[in-house]
């Protein structure tokens, strides 16, 4: 394709391109903003595209390089959980305890519900909602409980689907962008969760409030959009955590080896990322699962929560891109890994590499879920316990099978934060350990999670900070600069990565004020 030569909005020769979509020039920066109203529909480096595995999905319309902002999206309707502890329905934040225990939340002076405040009861999420169920002489039951205080609420599962169905009266073009959505409705009715929500939910909207217009199956078939495309909203210092509606971000399709990310600004937009260049045609993918999972893992998950079957690269590949995360050493030869004769599918055998064993899919499945749950039991306040699992399954378990990996990662997290064993009380092997720890989690990265990721940045973060401990325990200069010099280039990647993530500003600030500190008070100059 030639470039453009000529200005949008005027025709003359041009240089100037579009710094988002770079299909149009302009010859000055007034064109620009004028041109801007017309343009902003068209300003996007990707196109919807289909196909039969993935159906509506994005595609690059342009090379895009790592770290652009892809889309920002807000919410066509956002709201609880389908099970929530207590939550304002205005602000949406967790709501507090209330001064004394013997106290109740401020409850909406028209249905009852918990909220912050008046205030609160006067937002624009909550009054039309307030109206149908005052109007219906419904109060909500939750109260305050001194005992549980975190307790999550199931009756929150109707306000989300509510929200919805009011949309389209209230907004009927963003209502149908929300009903063209996947639903997956016929796997979802089979479900032991929709039997349960097919006997509340109708109840609550077509008994409770009403709405007999209506009918059931549409009802379920929104409970199912939601389902199915929902984004989890996360604000912790906001004290939020529900689920949102992004139809653009929805249509993104699925990786198990993403080339975007996501985070969600202060106003819950949702904002997707490059984590890596991206070459014009490609897909754009985001990862619905945990990298640190195994292929059959990452499947199963998949497959309960999206109802879809992973057929990504590292799905599709016996040694998961070489990494083997879900193989275990062969108890024959003691050399070869099991590896799944056909990992797409689920009841396939496993065969070792190197000798004539096969084990059935549900023995190998039976052991994985012993192991995860053994995981799951062990106490994860200290390392000791982390670090007997791997000595007890160091014959058995590989360094890179998916269990192995996962308490890898706690170790991590673990050593420098956990009581008795900040970065100031670890042992000079303990530091070393967790040095270690983190370069092969990062070198895995590189294949299953790389370029710029969430998971990636948080290593390096750890990784920096042990190797300026390590360098302020050095009493050689020499030896203390190259440390030095060595986390202040991973800072510098840790910036990189994290200048999108404003929550993480404080905390790279005081690490940038240790390093300094450290590089004065042994006068050594980094370039």
Same mark, same amino acid.
């Given at each position: /394709?030639?470039?453009?030569?000529?200005?949008?909005?005027?025709?003359?020769?041009?240089?100037?391109?579009?710094?988002?979509?770079?299909?149009?020039?302009?010859?000055? !920066?007034?064109?620009?903003? @004028?041109?801007?109203?017309?343009?902003?529909?068209?300003?996007?480096?990707? $196109?919807?595209?289909?196909? @039969?595995?993935?159906?509506?999905?994005?595609?690059?319309?342009?090379?895009?390089? /790592?770290?652009?902002?892809?889309?920002?999206?807000?919410?066509?309707?956002?709201?609880?959980?389908?099970?929530?502890?207590?939550?304002?329905?205005?602000?949406?934040?967790?709501?507090?305890?209330?001064?004394?225990?013997?106290?109740? +939340?401020?409850?909406?002076?028209?249905?009852?519900?918990? /909220?912050?405040?008046?205030?609160?009861?006067?937002?624009?999420?909550?009054?039309?909602?307030?109206?149908?169920?005052?109007?219906?002489?419904?109060?909500?039951?939750?109260?305050?409980?001194?005992?549980?205080?975190?307790?999550?609420?199931?009756?929150?599962?109707?306000?989300?689907?509510?929200?919805?169905?009011?949309?389209?009266?209230?907004?009927?073009?963003?209502?149908?962008?929300?009903?063209?959505?996947?639903?997956?409705?016929?796997?979802?009715?089979?479900?032991?969760?929709?039997?349960?929500?097919?006997?509340?939910?109708?109840?609550?909207?077509?008994?409770?409030?009403?709405?007999?217009?209506?009918?059931?199956?549409?009802?379920?078939?929104?409970?199912?959009?939601?389902?199915?495309?929902?984004?989890?909203? !996360?604000?912790?210092?906001?004290?939020?955590?529900?689920?949102?509606?992004?139809?653009?971000?929805?249509?993104?399709?699925?990786?198990?080896?993403?080339?975007?990310?996501?985070?969600?600004?202060?106003?819950?937009?949702?904002?997707?990322?490059?984590?890596?260049?991206?070459?014009?045609?490609?897909?754009?993918?985001?990862?619905?699962?945990?990298?640190?999972?195994?292929?059959?893992?990452?499947?199963?998950?998949?497959?309960?929560?999206?109802?879809?079957?992973?057929?990504?690269?590292?799905?599709?590949?016996?040694?998961?891109?070489?990494? +083997?995360?879900?193989?275990?050493?062969?108890?024959?030869?003691?050399?070869?890994?099991?590896?799944?004769?056909?990992?797409?599918?689920?009841?396939?055998?496993?065969?070792?590499?190197?000798?004539?064993?096969?084990?059935?899919?549900?023995?190998?499945?039976?052991?994985?879920?012993?192991?995860?749950q053994e995981i799951e039991a062990l106490?994860?306040?200290?390392?000791?316990?982390?670090?007997?699992?791997?000595?007890?399954?160091?014959?058995?378990?590989?360094?890179?099978?998916?269990?192995?990996?996962?308490?890898?990662?706690?170790?991590?997290?673990?050593?420098?934060?956990?009581?008795? +064993?900040?970065?100031? $009380?670890?042992?000079?092997?303990?530091?070393?350990?967790?040095?270690?720890?983190? $370069?092969?989690?990062?070198?895995?990265?590189?294949?299953?999670?790389?370029?710029?990721?969430?998971?990636?940045?948080?290593?390096?973060?750890?990784?920096?900070?042990?190797?300026?401990?390590?360098?302020?325990? /050095?009493?050689?200069?020499?030896?203390? @600069?190259?440390?030095?010099?060595?986390?202040a280039e991973l800072l510098q990647e840790?910036?990189?990565?994290?200048?999108?993530?404003? @929550?993480?500003?404080?905390?790279?600030?005081?690490?940038?004020?240790?390093?300094?500190?450290?590089?004065?008070? +042994?006068?050594?100059?980094?370039?």
């Open positions: /394709m030639t470039p453009p030569t000529r200005c949008a909005l005027c025709q003359a020769r041009a240089t100037q391109l579009c710094a988002a979509c770079r299909n149009v020039v302009y010859c000055c !920066r007034e064109h620009q903003k @004028e041109h801007w109203k017309q343009h902003k529909q068209e300003c996007k480096c990707f $196109e919807v595209d289909s196909n @039969e595995l993935l159906g509506r999905h994005l595609r690059a319309t342009r090379d895009i390089r /790592m770290g652009e902002q892809i889309l920002r999206e807000a919410p066509v309707v956002l709201g609880p959980k389908v099970a929530s502890p207590p939550i304002c329905l205005g602000c949406h934040r967790n709501l507090l305890p209330p001064k004394k225990r013997s106290d109740n +939340f401020h409850k909406c002076s028209s249905c009852s519900w918990p /909220m912050c405040s008046r205030e609160c009861e006067q937002s624009s999420y909550h009054q039309e909602e307030c109206r149908l169920m005052a109007a219906s002489n419904f109060q909500s039951k939750i109260n305050y409980n001194p005992v549980e205080p975190e307790l999550k609420e199931s009756a929150y599962c109707v306000i989300m689907l509510l929200r919805c169905l009011q949309l389209k009266k209230s907004n009927p073009a963003q209502f149908a962008r929300l009903s063209a959505l996947e639903d997956h409705l016929k796997e979802r009715l089979e479900t032991p969760l929709y039997q349960v929500l097919r006997a509340n939910l109708i109840t609550f909207i077509k008994t409770v409030l009403g709405l007999r217009e209506w009918p059931e199956m549409e009802i379920l078939r929104i409970a199912a959009i939601l389902d199915t495309n929902a984004f989890e909203v !996360r604000q912790n210092s906001e004290r939020r955590k529900v689920r949102a509606i992004f139809p653009g971000g929805a249509m993104i399709a699925h990786d198990c080896v993403p080339n975007l990310r996501h985070r969600f600004d202060d106003d819950m937009n949702i904002v997707f990322l490059a984590k890596r260049n991206i070459a014009k045609g490609e897909i754009l993918s985001i990862s619905y699962t945990q990298a640190l999972r195994s292929t059959i893992q990452r499947r199963l998950h998949l497959k309960q929560v999206k109802c879809f079957d992973c057929a990504c690269a590292r799905c599709s590949d016996p040694t998961e891109l070489d990494t +083997f995360a879900g193989s275990r050493m062969c108890e024959k030869c003691k050399v070869g890994k099991l590896i799944s004769v056909n990992p797409l599918q689920n009841a396939a055998s496993w065969k070792c590499q190197l000798c004539n064993v096969v084990k059935g899919a549900r023995e190998v499945l039976t052991q994985d879920a012993q192991l995860q106490d994860k306040t200290t390392p000791e316990a982390l670090e007997d699992f791997l000595y007890r399954h160091r014959v058995k378990l590989h360094e890179t099978n998916t269990h192995v990996l996962q308490v890898k990662y706690a170790l991590t997290q673990l050593y420098g934060n956990a009581p008795g +064993f900040s970065m100031e $009380e670890l042992s000079e092997k303990s530091l070393q350990r967790k040095v270690d720890l983190c $370069e092969e989690l990062l070198q895995l990265s590189n294949l299953i999670d790389g370029g710029w990721s969430i998971f990636r940045g948080n290593l390096l973060i750890d990784l920096e900070d042990a190797v300026v401990t390590q360098a302020l325990r /050095m009493e050689n200069a020499a030896e203390c @600069e190259a440390k030095l010099r060595i986390a840790i910036g990189s990565i994290m200048k999108h993530e404003p @929550e993480m500003q404080q905390l790279l600030a005081e690490r940038q004020l240790i390093l300094d500190s450290a590089l004065k008070r +042994f006068s050594i100059v980094v370039e």
